[in-house]
């Protein structure tokens, strides 16, 4: 009965974001602390559940009385609340700063918008229900428009107009491949799509997954639906950006995870040969179509923003090949990889926040010195794209060698796969070093912006944990195996939810 | 060469559609026999999940998952099921008897809270967007459409109203009735020349409806153990107060999107003031 | 009966294509809204009557009403 | 009455003219168009879906209580949800669409980029 209460986490953020308009006419500053103290509500409570269920198993919460697969429900597990309390985290982290840094810009409809962006994205990790997560979906993607809209600029309308209009064809994409599924397996529940996928004609099989694999792309940022990605980090503010990648992308990359290894694929040989099309194929393809355009994209830009948004398209390409691959060791990598790369580039994010206000540009021209203004910035950029590019000694690096060991132990074509990703470092390494020289070339900046102590201490715990996952990998590593174990063990989850067993 | 392009891209759209066109007629016409297709013409809503909602024995369909396990995916129609009656069946389970509305508001309430919440960010957005549109002035109302707007403003609202509040017993429901209301607001716009947009109060009401919606919710998370439960009596289906917290959960999403989409409106036709 | 059915099917998808076509993005708007109103009265003939009212309601009425004051508010040439 | 392949036909044509539109069209109000019209066409097939030959209504009242003629109620009530969203997404669209407007003077994607680029 216990695990019922997780259905807090969706229903308590829903509650608070239906309330604010009264407590904005109230007091219009009192919106964005009600925001803030609700998702660490959300973060500390998911917390809880996260080491519930690692210490007894998966649970599930049922809403409405109404038992899977009749009704909806939560599965949490460990992959889903692990993702959920990260996704929580980031976001904690991010609003502090931006209400520390911005208090006036903040105003009561961002800070709904946020709120419901949030809460979406955790709905999103935790349903199980596909035709509820398509309703989490166009949540999240509405509220993601709205912020990133904004700005007020040109540039992002029209970034915010791309996403929508990418978002709705996915959206009606995702809807078609549900009426799929409904209309041949009489049933929305995931477990008990779960367990009468291979029951499907193959033809028809390879479209439902073909629908919801292009439904879905446009959240993880993958090609070719990642055509919003440029203006949409450009033409927001600093602080969404790292929401923008932080958990929309984390989000989106979920659900393939979820999707392709635990439903559409069939227990311990994952997807496969789904109908006539090799889905691992394809995605495997994508992610590298992706990674090479977003590398090669950050090698030609000046932006710090564009820079960091088509790195984080590159890493999203990386993960998505971890999920073409799909043994054992590539699942643990590619969790792995997606934790850092939130942590990572959250860290970057918030640090390129304060440098943008002190150098007064985005434009990395502009950053040379900013090592003699402010070095305590400038060390915690460095330690954000060391851990991106992989440095030894810093998390991206255990994570990066990790995927490059099962690319490997697949072999075959797989081997160009190798390249890309080996590839991939080298061109990070590349622009990301090329920042980092600028930074502590020898000039004076003048600039009479103060840092506020909070971000510092934001940007310190974010640092701490970059560089403490790459000297104690282990640290993770129970996580994540329970994860990966969770996320491969097909009747696992069918038996947890439906209670038969496959 | 703008037109060349222009060409090259249309080519390359219908060749797409056209693909995706043959992939999608091959996939629904799949000859039956190997694994499940499309349920085509007759389908078999035994098969389907949405038996159990038609005959309202859902609790019975739990109870015999639990007992048969992987069994009953082959026979959901063995699962037993009490007659029911319009007028006389008393707590058949959510007791609407409007199948659609038991679906959206009990057996898949959670959704509908979703979709309200989309809804509600949406305006929000559109709000946001629109807040210093300039008002537009439409032609000046004839004196039949000031006369009319006038006269059937109430009689629509109350239309809008007899809407929601018989969703559970007869088509229609919140949704529905939430928009005939916020046509009302439209007509209003349209007849009235000074017309003022209230935004302030949509906005209370909006919050209290959400308020209510995701209240009953709680209530029935910490009175019966799980989010949304119908924890009040369901009553003889057929009656008007009948089906617990449906009715008085689609009164809400109605009252909720009445306010929305006329304050929705409002901006959208500009000079929207705070 | 069948006859109206193939009828409405066959004006949906003209008017579908007369919205993409139009050059003037009112006409196409009507279009739109023609398209909405024969798909809620399919619906009815396909015995969903909830759908058809919300579809009529929404997708005939208000949303064409949206779409025209978008318009009003922009250019009407496409 | 009629087999509901023919409305599959329908929905799935209706679906690939709305998509050739979104593709092709590069004015802003006329993209939210065919949007629209794509939704619509993933409605019909989805109520397509509950679709029985010779059923009725899925509402009891007093002189219809044969349950086992009524129609599939799932795909409606997805279909209620869907229709709602839609409203939102398309309001939302075209608040986007008055500001670009506002912004460039114009609702051509392309003359927008032109802009940008000045």
């Known amino acids: ?458 940007i310190l715990i974010l640092s701490i944990i970059v560089i403490y996952i790459g000297i104690k990998p282990s640290f993770l590593a129970t996580y994540i195996h329970k994860a990966a174990i969770d996320l491969v063990d097909k009747s696992h989850y069918i038996s947890t939810v439906l209670g038969v067993i496959k | 060469m703008k037109n060349t392009q222009g060409m090259v891209n249309a080519f390359f759209a219908f060749l797409l559609v056209v693909i995706l066109g043959i992939f999608f007629f091959n996939a629904i016409n799949q000859p039956l026999g190997n694994g499940l297709v499309l349920n085509k013409d007759n389908p078999d809503l035994s098969k389907r999940v949405s038996i159990h909602y038609i005959l309202k024995n859902v609790h019975n369909a739990e109870d015999y998952l639990a007992q048969h396990k992987s069994s009953y995916f082959r026979n959901r129609d063995k699962v037993k099921s009490s007659n029911l009656e319009f007028g006389k069946t008393k707590n058949a389970e959510s007791g609407s008897a409007n199948e659609v509305t038991s679906i959206v508001v009990n057996y898949r309430g959670f959704d509908t809270l979703g979709e309200v919440t989309v809804l509600f960010i949406s305006i929000l957005g559109l709000g946001m967007l629109l807040h210093e549109n300039k008002k537009k002035y439409w032609a000046k109302p004839s004196l039949i459409v000031r006369t009319g707007a006038n006269f059937l403003f109430p009689f629509i609202v109350l239309f809008g109203v007899y809407v929601f509040v018989h969703g559970h017993l007869t088509p229609g429901g919140g949704f529905p009735g939430g928009t005939i209301i916020a046509s009302a607001a439209l007509l209003l716009i349209l007849g009235l020349k000074d017309f003022k947009n209230k935004l302030t109060m949509t906005k209370i009401i909006e919050s209290l409806a959400g308020l209510t919606f995701a209240g009953l919710g709680l209530v029935g998370l910490f009175t019966n153990g799980s989010f949304l439960t119908n924890f009040l009596p369901s009553g003889t289906m057929g009656l008007l107060v009948s089906s617990g917290i449906t009715a008085l959960i689609y009164i809400a999403v109605g009252i909720k999107v009445a306010a929305e989409l006329s304050s929705g409106i409002m901006e959208m036709n500009g000079g929207g003031e705070e | 009966m069948i006859v109206l059915i193939y009828l409405s099917a066959i004006v949906m998808i003209i008017s579908a294509l007369y919205a993409v076509y139009a050059k003037d993005l009112l006409v196409s708007v009507v279009a739109l809204g023609i398209n909405s109103l024969i798909v809620s009265v399919l619906f009815f003939l396909m015995h969903a009557p909830d759908v058809a009212i919300t579809e009529a309601a929404i997708g005939a009425g208000l949303s064409t009403a949206i779409f025209v004051f978008a318009i009003k508010h922009t250019e009407r040439k496409e | 009455m009629i087999q509901s392949t023919f409305f599959y036909t329908t929905a799935i044509i209706l679906f690939l003219i709305g998509l050739y539109g979104v593709l092709t069209k590069r004015n802003v109000i006329k993209t939210i168009i065919t949007l629209t019209i794509m939704e619509t066409a993933v409605n019909l097939f989805l109520v397509t879906i509950g679709y029985v030959k010779n059923g009725t209504a899925p509402i009891f009242t007093s002189t219809i209580s044969d349950v086992h003629k009524f129609v599939d109620p799932l795909p409606q009530a997805l279909v209620l949800t869907s229709i709602v969203i839609g409203l939102g997404t398309t309001a939302l669209m075209l608040s986007l669409a008055i500001r670009l407007y506002k912004k460039y003077k114009t609702l051509n994607y392309l003359e927008m980029d032109g802009e940008d680029e000045k």
């Open chain 1, 1 to 458: 009965m216990k695990s019922n209460y997780a259905v807090l986490l969706i229903a308590i953020p829903l509650l608070v974001a239906f309330l604010q308009p009264l407590f904005s006419l109230i007091n219009k500053r009192l919106t964005k602390w009600v925001t803030f103290l609700t998702i660490g509500f959300n973060f500390i409570y998911s917390l809880k559940l996260l080491n519930y269920v690692m210490a007894n198993g998966a649970q599930i919460a049922i809403i409405g009385n109404w038992k899977p697969p009749f009704g909806i429900n939560l599965y949490l597990s460990p992959f889903s609340m692990l993702f959920a309390t990260i996704i929580y985290f980031v976001a904690l982290i991010v609003l502090l700063v931006y209400l520390i840094d911005k208090p006036t810009e903040v105003d009561d409809r961002m800070s709904i918008a946020t709120l419901l962006m949030v809460m979406a994205s955790g709905a999103i990790t935790l349903t199980g229900d596909i035709f509820n997560m398509f309703v989490f979906v166009e949540i999240l993607s509405i509220s993601t428009v709205i912020l990133i809209s904004f700005n007020n600029k040109g540039i992002s309308f029209k970034g915010a107009f791309r996403y929508i209009v990418l978002a709705s064809l996915g959206s009606s994409m995702l809807l078609l491949a549900i009426g799929f599924i409904y209309g041949s397996l009489g049933t929305l529940n995931l477990a008990s799509i779960a367990y009468r996928f291979n029951l499907l004609n193959p033809v028809y099989a390879s479209v439902i997954v073909f629908l919801f694999m292009a439904g879905i792309m446009v959240e993880a940022e993958l090609f070719p639906f990642n055509a919003w990605v440029p203006e949409a980090y450009k033409g927001s503010k600093s602080y969404l950006n790292a929401l923008l990648s932080g958990v929309v992308g984390t989000t989106g990359i979920y659900v393939l995870f979820r999707m392709f290894i635990t439903i559409f694929g069939s227990g311990q040989n994952h997807i496969q040969v789904i109908g006539s099309v090799n889905f691992n194929a394809v995605i495997i393809v994508i992610g590298v179509l992706t990674t090479l355009i977003g590398e090669f994209s950050a090698l030609s830009q000046k932006d710090i923003k564009k820079i960091l948004a088509f790195s984080s398209m590159a890493q999203m390409g990386i993960i998505a090949v971890t999920i073409g691959v799909a043994n054992m060791n590539s699942i643990n990598a590619g969790i792995f990889h997606l934790i850092n790369h939130a942590f990572s580039k959250s860290l970057l994010f918030i640090v390129a926040f304060p440098i943008i206000n002190i150098v007064g540009s985005a434009n990395i021209d502009k950053w040379e010195g900013l090592g003699r203004k402010n070095i305590f910035l400038a060390i915690a950029f460095a330690i954000g794209s060391f851990g991106l590019i992989g440095i030894p000694f810093f998390n991206g690096f255990w994570s990066k060698m990790m995927i490059v060991e099962s690319v490997v132990s697949a072999g075959g074509w797989m081997y160009l796969v190798i390249g890309t990703i080996l590839l991939s470092a080298l061109v990070e390494t590349f622009y990301f070093f090329r920042i980092i020289f600028k930074l502590f070339v020898d000039k004076k900046i003048e600039s009479t912006y103060s840092v506020h102590i909070f971000i510092y201490l934001a």
